[in-house]
T-cell receptor, first 114, second 113 residues
Framework: AQSVTQLGSHVSVSEGALVLLRCNYS??????LFWYVQYPNQGLQLLLK??????LVKGINGFEAEFKKSETSFHLTKPSAHMSDAAEYFC????????????FGTGTQLKVEL | DADVTQTPRNRITKTGKRIMLECSQT?????MYWYRQDPGLGLRLIYY???????NKGEISDGYSVSRQAQAKFSLSLESAIPNQTALYFC????????????FGPGTRLLVL
């Protein structure tokens, strides 16, 4: 069975500071990994995904994530936070077969302060 | 126009009532999914469908049923709503390739009194 753990249900950073949102997964087969963002009163939007190939993945809005198999991690980073980054972020895992069902973490609420 | 639409966007109902949530997509995807979101729990899969004749239970299907009326339409029903089904419900669609992305609708906020 696969699972996702997001450390920190709430993260607060200052505008211009580094954003680091943590995600660890467990999967018995090679995973596909995703980060989604949810702005208030909206649906989920894909930020980035890792399937195969390069382990450093760049997404929209300046975010990136690195797949580290040895650490079973897929942490999301952004060098400089902007007020518009305030949202809830979800890490998710799936794998080939099994209907490609997504298993989500419990989410991290990012707050950006002046 | 949005690729994945959900109706209604907001609904208040009473315990014991039957309610249907609808999802339509224009992406031409075969696969469709229903999730519910609860604070602190993330999203959990209720049902998913690979095509009109292929319906599968997710991790929390009890108390729910679904209907895939056409490739583009996937409805979720609560036969007899109860208060702990109060949640935000999302529909998602995906192409058949294993590496393809799931695209989410805007959500339906349901309150069961």
């Amino acid at each position: 069975a696969q699972s996702v753990t997001q450390l920190g249900s709430h993260v607060s950073v200052s505008e211009g500071a580094l954003v680091l949102l943590r995600c660890n997964y467990s999967s018995s087969v090679p995973p596909y990994l995703f980060w989604y963002v949810q702005y208030p009163n909206q649906g989920l939007q894909l930020l980035l995904k890792y399937t195969t190939g390069a382990t450093l993945v760049k997404g929209i809005n300046g975010f990136e994530a690195e797949f580290k198999k040895s650490e079973t991690s897929f942490h999301l980073t952004k060098p400089s936070a902007h007020m518009s980054d305030a949202a809830e972020y979800f890490c998710a895992v799936s794998f080939t077969g099994g209907g490609n069902k997504l298993t989500f973490g419990t989410g991290t609420q990012l707050k950006v302060e002046l | 126009d949005a690729d994945v639409t959900q109706t209604p966007r907001n609904r208040i109902t009473k315990t014991g009532k039957r309610i249907m949530l609808e999802c339509s997509q224009t992406k031409g995807h075969d696969r469709m999914y229903w999730y519910r979101q609860d604070p602190g729990l993330g999203l959990r899969l209720i049902y998913y469908s690979f095509d009109v004749k292929d319906i599968n239970k997710g991790e929390i299907s009890d108390g729910y049923s679904v209907s895939r009326q056409a490739q583009a339409k996937f409805s979720l029903s609560l036969e007899s709503a109860i208060p702990n089904q109060t949640a935000l419900y999302f529909c998602a669609t995906k192409g058949s390739g294993s590496q393809e992305t799931q695209y989410f609708g805007p959500g339906t906020r349901l309150l069961v009194l």
